[in-house]
């Protein structure tokens, strides 16, 4: 009889990649102006989240990877790579700026020139790539969803690396900023009250404000200023980085309460605060889209406007617009896809990307649609047209013609008294000016930094100047400014691809503990479209399998394939009656350029997979 212990399981094997260094002309953020290597790392897991602060996808890893930085604070260090895809974004200020505004606790490497996005063959944002702790790669994570694989891979590197005596704890490279004294920070939205004063949400202290009407003076704080969920007097309710604001029939003021995923009613009578719509979980693939309001998850509402007797909702986290009635206390989608991109049409056919403002009028409901640097409209009969905007990669800052205009990165739009609209044209710093009957763009105002929404009060118009934490108050010009015209395609490279035909592989594998759920038939979903559409001669479309032949026209040379892929998988456990189920979606969209030298295999990774 042997009394020896058994011997312990030896820990899977992975592939011995090193990682590359970590550079960036921008250089580091939180850290107390030092730069960072690699080798300070050594001894703790580094995982390194690829963002770009646009991008609702990375700010909702950001919210997931919060409690597993604080879990394993003394064996992990996560470092934000930034990784810009507007012109903006590659400002080294706009990106301190974020990352206080999104409350980053860990450094970040400013990469404007997506140095170390290329290093790491990263091809989507976000991105996250584990490295142990030793220096090697051993995972790679594309899209949002991961916090649970990758918090089991974290507690797999500590026990491996404990044993071997490569473990390093102690505390990280983080060092806070500075604390700045403003009476604002970072103001998201603003909405006129009755009596003049105005009320704005205080994104980053997580706080609905009302000021009286100089836009300077706090009359009343609506929120503990502590991040959170919670009903409740005014002192003890807690909000979450809250956003839109409109006023409901009864006087009552519904608050888009973004991270918090929900809608929130705010009475100003006696500073209660209720939720109205929401779970306070965030919607995923597969999650009922309409029902009770509190029995449905949202996902990440940025803006709320009452429109023909409901309250609409730019659901931004899910690219599509959502309703919440009222009376019945439901909500709805009303339209979008989820699918993210630039597509007018019927409601339940139309694309957006990142829905961030509404302005309601009697006959339109004008959005500002993000991501696609477009302002858009909803009609009485629902159908989604667009005025400004192309597409996903194309932004700048041209007046003119609408068809030819540009704008960047839009976050809000009021409706002006002769029916045209204001935009805030957040990421050119500007207010613009559609009008629909002349069909063109002028520039308003320049010199705001990072306009967030505007309000009109009399002949003025106060705009929310997020990035400097005020209100702007204008007077709306006979003239619009003249500015010179610039336009911009995304900083990301193209990738090279051979004429003929592309074999596009959608590699996906279920997370560990879990297979593919297919028990109600195929597990798969891929949609492939391309812009311009010229662009494929074939293989547009929706199927299920992961992978595809793609047929490119001879007489295109560039353009955007959009992929948008969905794999289902449960819980592996023959023993468990009720596993639960996952839903892993991602969409990419990714410029590519047509030369004789370029690939013929495009391969996009689905889900997370540990390195082998």
């Given at each position: ?9 030896p ?10 260094e ?32 646009c991008?609702?996808?990375c ?17 992990v260090?996560?470092?934000g ?29 400013d ?9 790491y063959?990263?091809?989507a ?35 491996e ?11 990280g ?21 009755d009596g003049?004063n105005l009320?704005?949400?205080?994104t ?15 009359v009343?704080r ?6 959170g ?5 005014a ?22 309460d973004?991270?918090?995923h ?8 006696t ?8 779970t ?13 309001a509190r ?7 940025w ?7 409901e ?7 899910v690219h ?11 909500v ?15 409601a ?15 006959e ?11 302002l ?12 400004v ?9 041209r007046d003119?013609?609408?068809g ?16 045209s ?10 207010l ?8 063109e763009?002028t ?6 930094r ?14 929310v ?5 005020r209100?702007?108050?204008l007077?709306l010009p ?8 610039v336009?911009?395609r ?5 990738t ?5 035909t592309?074999?596009l ?5 279920a997370?560990?503990?879990?297979k593919?759920d297919?028990?109600?038939g ?17 293989g547009e ?18 353009g ?11 819980d ?5 009656e ?10 990419w969209?990714?410029?590519?350029k047509?030369?004789?030298s370029?690939?013929?295999?495009l ?10």
């Open positions: 009889m042997n009394d020896a212990a058994p011997a312990p399981t820990a899977p094997r992975r592939a011995r990649v090193r990682a590359p970590l550079i960036g002309k921008g250089g580091w953020i939180n850290t107390g102006g030092k730069d960072l290597k690699l080798a300070d790392f050594r001894g703790r897991t580094l995982i390194l989240d690829f963002w770009t602060f991008c609702i996808n700010l909702h890893v950001l919210d997931e990877l919060r409690e597993l930085e604080e879990k394993h604070r003394d064996t260090v996560i470092i790579v930034h990784s810009p895809k507007f012109v903006h974004e590659a400002e080294h200020q706009a990106v301190v700026d974020a990352v206080e505004r999104y409350e980053v606790h860990h450094p970040v490497l990469d404007p020139e997506l140095a170390t996005w290329k290093q063959a990263v091809r944002w976000p991105t996250l790539v584990v490295i142990d702790p030793e220096g090697y790669v051993v995972a790679q994570h594309a899209g949002e969803g991961h916090a649970k694989a990758i918090g089991t891979l974290v507690e797999e590197l500590e026990a690396h404990e044993a071997k005596g490569t473990l390093r704890r102690g505390d490279p983080y060092v806070p900023p500075e604390p700045v004294a403003t009476h604002l920070r970072f103001p998201g939205k603003a909405l006129l009250l003049g009320l704005v949400t205080d980053t202290r997580h706080q609905v404000v009302e000021l009286g009407p100089d836009g300077e003076t706090v009343r609506y929120g503990s200023g502590e991040r969920l919670a009903d409740g007097k002192e003890e309710a807690r909000f979450n980085e809250p956003q839109g604001l409109c006023v409901l029939p009864d006087g009552r003021v519904v608050v888009a973004t991270v918090n929900a809608l929130r009613s705010l009475d100003l009578a500073g209660e605060v209720r939720t109205l719509a929401g306070g979980a965030q919607w995923w693939q597969g999650s009922p889209t309409a029902g009770p029995e449905v998850a949202l996902s990440s509402p803006d709320v406007a009452w429109w023909r007797g309250v609409w909702i730019a659901m931004a986290g599509q617009l959502w309703a919440y009635d009222l009376e019945k206390g439901t709805r989608v009303a339209a979008g896809t989820t699918n993210e991109g630039l597509v007018d049409g019927p339940d056919e139309a694309w957006f990307a990142q829905p961030s403002g509404l302005a309601a009028t009697e339109r409901l004008w959005v500002a649609d993000s991501e696609t640097s477009a858009r409209w909803v009609d009485p009969e629902g159908a989604v047209h667009t005025a905007g192309t597409g996903l990669f194309d932004f700048g800052h003119g013609e609408a030819q205009a540009l704008l960047q990165h839009p976050l809000g739009v009021t409706a002006l008294p002769d029916g609209v204001a935009v805030a044209d957040t990421y050119n710093h500007a613009r000016r559609y009008d629909p009957a002349a069909g763009v520039t308003l105002a320049t010199d705001l990072e306009p967030s929404d505007a309000v009109l009060v009399g002949d003025d118009i106060v705009v100047e997020s990035a400097r934490h209100l702007t108050r007077r006979e003239e619009a400014v003249q500015v010179a015209a336009a911009h995304t900083r990301r490279e193209a090279a691809i051979a004429p003929g592309l074999r592989d959608v590699v996906f594998r997370p560990t503990g879990q593919l297919e028990r109600y195929p597990s798969t979903r891929l949609l492939v479209s391309s812009t311009p559409p010229e662009l494929l001669a074939s479309g929706t199927g299920t399998d992961l992978s595809r032949e793609l047929t490119l026209n001879p007489d295109v040379t560039e955007v394939l959009h992929v948008s892929a969905m794999a289902a998988s449960c592996d456990d023959p023993a468990n009720y596993p639960a189920c996952h839903v892993h979606q991602q969409d969209g990714v410029p590519v047509v030369t004789e370029g690939v013929s295999r391969p996009l990774i689905l889900a997370g997979m540990d390195t082998e």
